[in-house]
């Protein structure tokens, strides 16, 4: 490691330790030549695919913009941080383990909405009024009759299974 100070090479751990969550080990080092202490930090290095914009341009993932939108969708709503946090980790790994480079914001958009729908229906529906860029009441309604219609046959299929034989 390049000493900041005199730019030596020689220099050695004079201790180590992982932080919290133990992604990051912090390393505190002597340089030889010129005596002085520096810290460095050591973490894995993730390796993200590239998002395919719907207008061709491609960037690296952002882990930032993703938790700012679910933020968003969530706003006064009872949702923990630390929930959003851990749908952002799901994707983030769901990333790293797939053998794709680059992924559409269509199939970001479409996980996100799908986690949404299972955490809070109504940070769901804000989501997907501007992931889906509806254009009228109508489509808007047609979102919500989906979810309903979702939850009467989960109703009604509680019902059947709670009825004697």
Known sequence: ????????????????????????????????ECGRRFTTYERIEEILPMVIKKDGRRELFDRAKVLAGLQRACEKRPVSVDELEKIV?????????????EIPTSIIGEKIM?????????????FASVYRQFKDIN????????????????????FVKAQPK
């Open 89 to 101: 980790d799901k994707l983030e790994q769901g990333f790293q383990e797939s053998s794709d480079r």
């Open 114 to 126: 799908k986690e949404l729908h299972e955490l809070d229906e109504v940070a769901y529906v804000r």
């Open 1 to 32: 490691m390049k000493c900041p100070f005199c730019g030596s090479l020689e220099n050695k751990v004079i201790d180590s330790r992982l932080s919290k969550d133990g992604a990051v080990i912090r390393r505190r080092r002597d340089c030889d």
């Open 139 to 158: 489509q808007f309604m047609d979102e919500l009759k989906e979810i309903l219609g979702e939850k009467k046959a989960i109703k009604s299929q509680l």
